[in-house]
């Protein structure tokens, strides 16, 4: 490309583009550091820079060791440089330094320079800072190093006046006012920059990296905000406690835990300094007035072991078992509520629970002490908060009988129909849900002690009905509320309960936590109640079926296979006879818009627009035909896309018809992949066996139909591959790059068609980035509209401010 085919323009951080162009930036080197790859005995990886622009964003940039004893003499820290012809890379989610997502690295082709004359207006410093939440939140995580801006207390090491001496040095750094009530307030106020935070016998420590630097300046933007917060002067100096014997720990800490931080921490690259071999002589009873503790909201929990007290009542509590291991007992969990109307869970385990077990009382207010708080895992999540509490030898817990704190008696993590079909299939959470029930069917439902499976038809919304499928405890559970209940007290919450589709219906499934409430003043079946407005008077019916229950929803083969095979929930041998077809009248169907379209299969249907179709072919397999993919437009403007596996395609192919105004019925809607998506829509509507499209001649609703141009274009003119240099915005051109059968059918749009209509939208194209240039690969699903009365054509000739009836040109070049 020649070079008068760029222009090339000062660029500001946030306006970079991937790839390699002659785009340049101005900014102040920050600082710069050698990076190492600790892993590999310190091995040298190359020069990483920070740099601020006039805007206040910050990039970092990367010089690799090949290039940096050419580089090194052109970095001074603190300078305003130009850097060109780079590169612009994504950056990586490990150990970030900037909030930036990109990183600019050097090429062959990069230079740097110092700005002397006309230099922009930058700052001189920015750092990150983090305070210790969000640093607790990141300890042991290696996503960031950031910078923290503190108050000195205390320094510990050996050799403290040597300059010379690389042993550890440990700060005692004071970064949030309270968060250290003792010690005296000492002179100097420092920012230190990346640092690498990790818990540690229940401590923050802020490690240290080859990018960390000190700031002392007392006019730094970070140090005068910091010392504005203490409300107090800083007169003293901070003592220096010189150990030649090295650091004396302070912290107890069990042989698991520094065996543990030894063999997995990165940052252990020396060897230990000490061993100590020990035996236990005596055990002590720690006094009380050895620990200051105060009571924690859940809120207020940190990571770690501490002294730390909490007090909550106890909602509930239950046997965890391992599914996958015959039901193995795993321990106790418990569900706790404190005064802010906060919920956490705790954690007994097995080897423990037969002490704590004779302690636990539902519904008590009571004090847990002495416990590890720990990250609650991504799954089967039953509260929303982000730790869990974990029983260790040492926690106590005991029933506060005076003086207890306000708690509420009871509260849910109550979920709607759309997120529990968002988290169907998911095992992400367990949630919980409150409704009405219609019918309860199963066998020998008045014996309380039989646990075989019971569904419950459950209204959770006006007219949405669910199927809670009870097992084993709670199915035996359930049958004696409702043998010795009032069937009338129909609207209940149930806990803990699992969502699955399967067939098209959701399914709730209870787990060994699972537990019912029918209790008319409880405020979730308050709320309930008042949304019906209805009254609530009938009993409901119970189906008691001896030979088990009749399924009333179609599936597949394949489904039920499936569904057999690799559902966790599906302890019992299902007998093929139990599933009968489901009669028409059972589910009422209305006419669907695509926003409101719920996954799996059902009678719905939707009526929109065929705005155009084309053969999906696999190119990894010679092209190979996969299906029909079709592109559908609703009267609410939305579009989704549908599809027609190749098997299925011969019998609709000659029902398509672009432009036409269709209703689709009985089909399946599934997630969209996150690959190569043509709509915003999440969704795809899959045409199965039973599915059935037709024209709508009469009463069709008001669609906006954009007339189609060149769709049915049947040029069988050459194929050979097409370049089309696009201008997309006012100085930025694209390449436009059409194989096949579109490289054909636009031959034929030109060749025939007015080339002063120069404007085009163009749809279904691939994005690549090829030498710096950004390339628009054509699909087979690619088509050109010219209308210049299309809303999109309007914007982007309006947005041109020039005229642009202008004849372009066709030449014919000779290509490799």
């Not at 004893?69 to 060109?84: D, F, T």
């Not at 950031?146 to 750094?173: C, E, F, K, N, Y």
């Not at 004696?480 to 806990?495: A, E, N, P, W, Y």
Request: aromatic fraction near 10%.
């Amino acid at each position: 490309m020649a070079s008068s085919d760029v222009v090339v323009a000062h660029s500001a951080f946030d306006a970079l583009r991937l790839g390699r162009s002659a785009q340049f930036i101005f900014g102040r080197l920050l600082r710069f550091w050698d990076s190492k790859n600790i892993k590999k005995q310190g091995e040298f990886m190359g020069i990483t820079l920070v740099l601020l622009d006039e805007k206040n964003s910050v990039i970092h940039g990367f010089i690799p060791s090949g290039r940096s004893p050419y580089y090194r003499p052109l970095l001074k820290a603190g300078s305003v440089v130009r850097v060109s012809r780079f590169e612009v890379a994504r950056c990586t989610n490990m150990y970030k330094i900037t909030d930036h997502p990109f990183v600019i690295r050097f090429i062959p082709q990069t230079t740097i320079d110092e700005v002397v004359p006309n230099a922009p207006m930058i700052n001189v410093e920015k750092f990150m800072i983090r305070k210790f939440d969000p640093l607790q939140a990141l300890a042991n995580t290696n996503l960031e190093l950031p910078d923290v801006v503190g108050q000195i207390q205390s320094v510990q090491g050996s050799d403290l006046t040597a300059a010379g001496v690389m042993s550890r040095v440990v700060v005692r750094l004071m970064i949030e006012p309270g968060l250290i009530s003792s010690g005296d307030r000492t002179q100097s106020v420092m920012v230190v920059t990346t640092v690498n935070p990790k818990i540690f016998g229940g401590n923050l420590y802020l490690n240290s990296t080859p990018a960390t630097k000190f700031y002392f300046d007392p006019a730094l933007q970070a140090i005068v905000e910091f010392t504005a917060s203490l409300n107090a002067p800083l007169g003293e100096a901070f003592p220096c406690i010189d150990t030649k014997d090295g650091i004396k720990k302070k912290e107890v800490v069990s042989i698991g835990e520094l065996n543990k931080f030894i063999t997995n921490s990165d940052e252990q690259t020396q060897e230990a300094d000490f061993i100590c071999k020990a035996r236990v002589m005596e055990v002590l009873k720690m006094a009380s007035s050895d620990v200051v503790v105060a009571h924690s909201a859940f809120d207020a929990l940190r990571l770690g072991r501490s002294a730390q007290f909490t007090v909550g009542r106890l909602l509930r509590f239950w046997d965890s078992k391992n599914i996958k291991k015959q039901g193995e007992f795993m321990g106790i969990t418990l569900l706790l509520l404190d005064e802010k109307n906060s919920v956490i869970h705790g954690f007994i385990p097995a080897g423990r629970s037969p002490y704590y077990r004779p302690l636990l009382k539902a519904s008590s207010v009571v004090r847990v002490s002495r416990f590890e708080v720990a990250r609650c895992t991504n799954m089967y999540k039953i509260t929303d908060h982000p730790f869990v509490i974990w029983f260790i030898p040492q926690t106590t817990i005991d029933e506060v009988v005076a003086n207890a704190p306000m708690i509420n008696v009871e509260k849910f993590m109550i979920r709607k129909f759309d997120p529990l079909q968002a988290l169907a299939n998911t095992n992400l959470e367990l949630s919980d849900v409150v409704g009405q029930i219609q019918s309860v069917q199963g066998s020998d439902l008045t014996a309380a002690g039989v646990m075989s499976r019971v569904v419950v038809r459950l209204m959770i919304e006006p007219m949405v009905v669910v199927y809670l499928s009870l097992w084993d405890d709670a199915a035996s559970m359930f049958r004696g509320l409702i043998s010795s209940g009032d069937r009338t007290q129909s609207v209940m919450v149930v806990t803990t309960v699992n969502p699955k589709i399967f067939g098209g219906n959701l399914y709730l499934n209870s787990t060994p936590a699972t537990k019912f409430y029918f209790d008319p003043a409880l405020q979730a079946i308050v709320e309930f109640t008042t949304s019906l407005n209805a009254p609530l008077g009938e009993a409901f019916p119970c189906i008691d079926t001896k030979d088990g229950i009749k399924k009333k929803e179609v599936v597949s083969i394949g489904e039920l296979n499936k569904f057999i095979t690799n559902s966790d929930e599906q302890v019992k041998f299902l007998d093929p006879n139990m599933f009968t077809k489901m009669a028409s009248s059972d589910v009422v169907v209305a006419h669907s818009a695509f926003d409101a379209l719920r996954l799996g299969r059902s009678t719905q249907f939707i009526v929109g627009c065929l705005l155009r179709f084309w053969d999906s072919k696999n190119i990894k397999k010679q092209g190979e035909f996969m299906g029909i993919t079709l592109l559908l437009l609703d009267e609410k403007n939305s579009v989704i896309h549908r599809f027609i596996p190749a098997g299925r395609s011969p019998y609709y192919r000659s029902l398509l018809k672009a432009g036409s105004v269709v209703r689709v019925s009985c089909f399946e809607v599934a997630r969209f992949t996150n690959m190569y998506k043509i709509t915003d829509h999440p969704f795809v509507i899959r045409f199965i066996p039973q599915t059935t499209i037709d024209e709508v001649v009469a009463n069709a609703p008001v669609i906006n139909i954009q007339p189609v141009q060149g769709s049915d274009l049947t040029a069988a003119g050459v194929m050979s591959r097409v370049v089309v240099r696009l201008m997309i915005e006012p100085m930025v051109v694209v390449y436009l790059s059409l194989w096949d059968d579109v490289a054909s059918m636009f031959r034929g749009l030109i060749s025939s068609g007015d080339r002063t209509q120069s404007v085009m939208v163009v749809t279904t194209v691939n994005p690549k980035i090829f030498a710096s240039n950004l390339y628009l690969n054509s699909t087979p699903a690619t088509k050109f509209y010219f209308d210049p009365a299309l809303q999109a054509i309007v914007e982007f000739t309006a947005s041109l401010n020039a005229p642009w009836k202008k004849l372009f040109p066709a030449s014919t070049p000779k290509m490799a």
